[in-house]
């Protein structure tokens, strides 16, 4: 498991794009029948992919006995129909469908391709999967605006519920490349984004750092941007596409942001 430090707001003024990249973009998180973990000491999140048939490992890191002895996970699957079974029981997931997996299952293994986000976790709560249906859908946006999405709410306060862990999907409308703008930051959470859904080719402009001093990561489909709390998370896509947010921190409250106006950005 790869392990990224956490980064003051004043790091950031002097790093380069390569520097900018190694700390705050993930980009390889898919191998055929592997599982790839990333470590973030923001928050203490790790981020993941899993590609083909793979098991879920306890890397030395975590220095616990299984990966989930302390933690919990958020599994959102990115492609056709896939399965993944906790401590024996199979749930077969459809494409944009979640899997909360809570603190104490011993063995999860996967088959399909999966994103995953894992949070620390001080209690067990129960293992549930949601449909895009079961989701708590918010439409925002306009077509002038360029930003028509819908928000999906699936691990949060009225939805699955977990310790810290806060997750949803947003779809883009067809013709729609905005997210996220306005934008914010959160005061007392780390975010991260993973972008999917969006052909090879094309390329999300992710905006990050301070509001006062905004930088850009040219992010490609199945990569996630960690933001921690004095980031702003935003961006655009050369097409349409989707995205899994999620967030681990002080509370669990969607709307406890500190929106940014457009008009403050630098
Ligand atoms: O499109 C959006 O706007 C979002 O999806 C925003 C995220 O849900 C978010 O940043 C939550 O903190
Ligand atoms: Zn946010």
Redesign the pocket.
Same mark, same amino acid.
């Given at each position: 498991m790869e392990s990224r430090p956490a980064t003051a707001p004043d790091q950031v003024t002097s790093m380069d794009t390569e520097q900018l990249r190694r700390r705050f973009l993930v980009e390889d998180l898919f191998r055929t029948g592997e599982v790839r973990l990333t470590y973030t000491h923001e928050d203490r999140l790790v981020v993941g992919g899993v590609a083909g048939t793979a098991g879920l490992p306890c890397p030395d890191q975590l220095r616990s006995e299984y990966f989930l002895e302390r933690r919990e996970l958020g599994v959102v699957n990115i492609g056709g129909p896939g399965a993944v079974t906790v401590d024996g029981a199979r749930h077969d997931l459809a494409s944009r469908e979640v899997l909360y997996v809570g603190r104490g299952a011993r063995q999860v293994s996967f088959d399909g391709r999966f994103y995953l986000v894992s949070t620390p976790a001080h209690t067990s709560h129960p293992t549930v999967k949601a449909t895009l249906d079961d989701a708590e859908p918010v439409r925002? #946006?306009s077509a002038d605006g360029s930003?028509e *999405?819908t928000?999906y709410k699936f691990i949060h306060l009225k939805g699955i519920q977990s310790c810290q862990l806060?997750l #949803?999907v @947003?779809v883009l409308e067809p013709g729609s490349m905005w997210? @996220? =703008?306005p934008c914010?930051t959160?005061e007392r *959470?780390t975010?991260v &984004?993973f972008y999917f859904d969006l052909p090879e080719a094309d390329r999300i402009v992710h905006l990050m750092g301070r509001p006062d001093a905004t930088r850009n990561l040219i992010v490609a489909p199945e990569q996630a941007v960690i933001s921690p709390y004095w980031s702003v998370?935003?961006g655009f896509g050369t097409r349409s596409y989707a995205?899994v947010?999620a967030?681990g921190g002080e509370n669990q409250a &969607?709307d406890d =942001?500190e929106p940014v106006a457009i008009g403050e950005l630098r």
């Open positions: 925002l #946006g930003n *999405r928000i806060v #949803g @947003t997210n @996220t =703008m914010h959160h *959470r975010e &984004y998370h935003c995205f947010w967030m &969607y =942001m």
